[in-house]
Each structure stands twice: as structure tokens, then as C-alpha cells.
């Protein structure tokens, strides 16, 4: 608690502090027919829109995806509890770029915070993949705009895994990362956002191939609200 003096005459009538503490959450994708209701959003950029996407189309959500993908476990397993999510080459068609996004729910965003996850691709995969974690700020805008090169409110790059799309670059066994939050000015509301990213991807392109995400945790720090009244 700060301690305010000016000068030396100082009568401090009433100091009441509450804590407000922004929404923390964890996600494990048992069930990925169930991430509407938890305010989760996704949304198919990519050049050509294939058969699968991150989640299951759902009216009045953004997606233009076709199908769903619910983690295969015959692939890899789940790294917690029995499911995942996850995404592949047939996110697009034919030879193209893969933009296709995963949106957290909308939460208080403030320095000290943290976002942490699983991931893997499958084991001697032949086909690089990428993934980016990205930050908007912007309330519970889901404007990750329209093309594959389009970032629309997620300017913000926190994390980009296998950049370069080098074969083995992406990890083959569930790997964590942790992502601390700096550089926010002020608590602010906004969302965060997987986004499967690969150039020259698809059935018919030399990248892209599986990638699954589980057990994401959002751990947020207390807010702290003073209300001072100083005579």
C-alpha cells in the first residue's frame, strides 16, 4: 500500500482498496464442441479453405472452415486428460498458406500475467510446422482480418515456433512453453490467439503436417483498485 504525503499537513479521511482480479482460465479440449460457450473464437484465413480447422463450425461464429478436428489421439495422445486440439495440412488446398486462428476468451490483459501451453507435431514429421501466439488488445474484437497475410487487432507477436519451417523444428513431444506478459501500459481487455501459420502448406505444398495444443493455462495476476479521498 503506497503511503501519499505533501509537504507535512496531511489528513487522510477515508482509504478503501478493493481487488479486482482479472479472469484467469485453463482449457484442456476434452470436448472442443464445447469452447463456444466459453467464449473461445476461431477464424480460417488461409488461401484456400480445406476440411479441417481448428474447431467445429458453429453459427454465428467467424470461422469458414468446414469441418472440426478434435485431437486424433491415434496420432500422439493428449498430454493432459483424454483430448487436444489440433490442426493440419488440410486447413487449405492444393499448395498455399495456412492462417488459421484459435482466439482465447476475452480477459484482463496486464503486465505479469502469464499464458502457458502444450504442443508437438507428430514424431519424424517430414513436413515443418508453425505456430504463432499473438496478442490483441483491443476489447473482445475477433478481427484477425481476411487474408493469410492479415493480422487485423493481433499485432502483438509473443511467440513464434519454427519461424524458419525447419523439418524437426517443431517439437515431437509435448513441450511447454510460458509466455510472461510485459509491456502493457494499463490493465486492458483484449484476447489472445493461436494462429497456424505455414507458407507454401496444404495437401499438395512441402510444409505443413499436424500440430496439436492442450492444457493452455492463463494465470492473471490481482488488480488492484485504490479510492482515495485526501483532505
Known amino acids: ?25 485453463t482449457e ?20 484456400g479453405i480445406g476440411t479441417t480447422s481448428w474447431a467445429p463450425l458453429t453459427e454465428g461464429m467467424t470461422t469458414r472452415g468446414t469441418g472440426e478436428f ?28 495456412i492462417s488459421d486462428w484459435l482466439m482465447t476468451p476475452a480477459v484482463t490483459i496486464q503486465n505479469g500475467d502469464t499464458l502457458s501451453f502444450w504442443t508437438r507435431t507428430s514424431t519424424t514429421s517430414s513436413w515443418p510446422d508453425r505456430l504463432q501466439v499473438r496478442m490483441s488488445l483491443a476489447g473482445t474484437s475477433t478481427n484477425c482480418g481476411t487474408l493469410p497475410e492479415d493480422l487485423g487487432d493481433f499485432t502483438t507477436l509473443l511467440l513464434d515456433i519454427n519461424p524458419t519451417l525447419t523439418v ?50 492463463y494465470g492473471a495476476v490481482p488488480v488492484e483498485l485504490q479510492s482515495l479521498s485526501v483532505e
Request: net charge negative.
Open 70 to 97: 478434435q485431437g486424433n489421439t491415434t496420432v500422439f495422445p493428449a498430454y493432459s486428460g483424454a483430448g487436444y486440439i489440433a490442426d493440419n495440412y488440410n486447413a487449405t488446398t492444393g499448395a498455399s498458406t
Open 1 to 25: 500500500m503506497r503511503t501519499f504525503m505533501v509537504g507535512v499537513v496531511v489528513v487522510v479521511s477515508c482509504l478503501c482498496v478493493s481487488s479486482a482480479v482479472a479472469q484467469s482460465f
Open 28 to 47: 484442456e479440449f476434452e470436448d472442443i464442441t464445447t469452447l463456444p460457450g466459453s467464449g473461445w473464437v476461431w477464424d480460417n484465413n488461409s488461401t
Open 168 to 217: 524437426g523444428g517443431y517439437p515431437e513431444i509435448w513441450t511447454q512453453y510460458s509466455i510472461n506478459i510485459s509491456g502493457v501500459g494499463a490493465p486492458t481487455q483484449g484476447r489472445f490467439a493461436f494462429r497456424y501459420y505455414v507458407t507454401n502448406g496444404g495437401p499438395s505444398g512441402a510444409n505443413s503436417n499436424y500440430i496439436g495444443v492442450d492444457l493452455v493455462e
